[in-house]
């Protein structure tokens, strides 16, 4: 069935490391992934997505991975900061692009210690 | 520019009652999708409005239903609330590239 999960329910890493954050999809008809940042009591904040067709793109401190033969994401962050402590959540689309359903995974939190 | 706004903030229930919770997009968005959220999980895609039609459903039932206004806002409506639809839900708006999310209405069923 539809399903986007995550390796690791939580990451800590020291402030200043790169962190790396992984993800593993199902459907292999997605054409869209999208990597979502969502700190307490707030709604999730879009970072980063990637179209099927790539398998590498740069934002600002991030870089999204994409390998589509094993079905795989991963979200670099570099320097990591006190402020990127949150909740990280993959998800991908149906197929339909990137403005129709998302398909959430469990979420992985990242701890970044002082 | 303000960003996707949901209206109320929380909101607190009993068992058997209906809650209808709003949502503005974004400026320039014409598509609002909903989604669940359980605490400590993902967001579950509940449906989407596009042209005040819904436009695509999730695995939700019947009870859930929603409604787009003219100027792109919309509704969501859950009937005979259960304990289980405890969740923050959470409003996503969009046009042509990416959905962009509120902050979300937690509801909670006594």
């Known amino acids: 069935g539809e399903s986007v999960g995550l390796h690791l329910p939580t990451l800590s890493v020291q402030e200043g490391d790169n962190s790396i954050i992984n993800c593993a999809y199902s459907?292999?008809?997605?054409?869209?992934f999208i990597w979502y940042k969502q700190e307490s009591g707030k709604g999730p904040q879009f970072i980063i997505d990637?179209?099927?067709?790539?398998d590498k793109r740069q934002g600002q401190r991030v870089t999204v991975l994409l390998n589509k033969t094993v079905k795989h994401l991963s979200l670099q962050i570099a320097a990591t900061q006190p402020g990127d402590s949150a909740v990280y959540f993959c998800?991908?689309?149906?197929?339909?692009?990137?403005?129709?359903?998302?398909?959430f995974g469990q979420g992985t939190t990242l701890q970044v210690k002082p | 520019d303000a960003g996707v706004t949901q209206s109320p903030t929380h909101l607190i229930k009993t068992r058997g009652q209906q809650v209808t919770l709003r949502c503005s997009p974004k400026?320039?968005?014409?598509?609002v999708s909903w989604y669940q959220q359980a605490l400590g999980q993902g967001p579950q895609f509940i449906f989407q409005?596009?042209?005040?039609?819904?436009?695509q459903r999730g695995n939700f039932p019947d009870r859930f239903s929603g409604h787009q206004f003219p100027n792109y806002s919309s509704e969501l409506n859950v009937n005979a609330l259960l304990l289980g639809d405890s969740a923050l839900y959470l409003c996503?708006?969009?046009?042509?590239?990416?959905?962009?999310f509120g902050p979300g209405t937690r509801l909670t069923v006594t």
């Open positions: 998800a991908e689309t149906d197929g339909s692009g990137n403005t129709g359903k998302l398909i």
């Open positions: 409005y596009y042209e005040e039609e819904e436009r």
């Open positions: 400026s320039g968005h014409d598509t």
């Open positions: 996503a708006s969009s046009r042509e590239a990416g959905q962009y």
């Open positions: 990637i179209r099927s067709n790539m």
């Open positions: 459907n292999s008809a997605s054409d869209y």
